[in-house]
């Protein structure tokens, strides 16, 4: 008699992949409300801030919570433990996610107040 559980494990390369796909989804949907409020300053001096509206916060709580998921499966394939895995991915989102949120956040004040200046390649 047999009394082990069968159940079935999800391989590593799989939830990196899902978790690729998640970003891809939730951050073209970040682009797209950024682009609009862009488009609704160009055209009728409707301001982009606030940021913080229900579609721009679900798409980059969703594109960090596919960095979450994707990193989770990259350490995951490199033998971490899942936990770890996750706790350390979880860590690695929030601290590259939240000061890009600040960026983006100071770009659309540029872009309202009129200094934002057109970048030059090779001039910094």
């Given at each position: 008699m047999n009394l082990s559980p069968t159940t079935t494990m999800i391989e590593t390369t799989t939830i990196a992949w899902v978790g690729g796909i998640v970003i891809v989804?939730?951050?073209f949907s970040f682009i797209r409300v950024l682009?609009?409020?862009i488009?609704?300053?160009n055209r009728k001096k409707i301001s982009p801030l606030p940021l913080e509206g229900a579609f721009s916060i679900i798409s980059w709580?969703?594109?960090?919570?596919g960095l979450t998921i994707m990193f989770t499966g990259v350490l995951e394939t490199f033998t971490f433990s899942p936990l770890k895995s996750f706790i350390?991915?979880?860590i690695l989102a929030l601290t590259t996610?939240?000061?890009?949120?600040?960026?983006?956040k100071?770009?659309?004040v540029?872009?309202?107040s009129g200094t934002l200046k057109p970048m030059e390649p090779g001039k910094f």
């Open positions: 989804i939730f951050s682009q609009l409020k488009q609704g300053w709580v969703g594109t960090l919570a350390a991915s979880f996610g939240l000061p890009m949120w600040g960026v983006v100071s770009l659309l540029e872009v309202e």
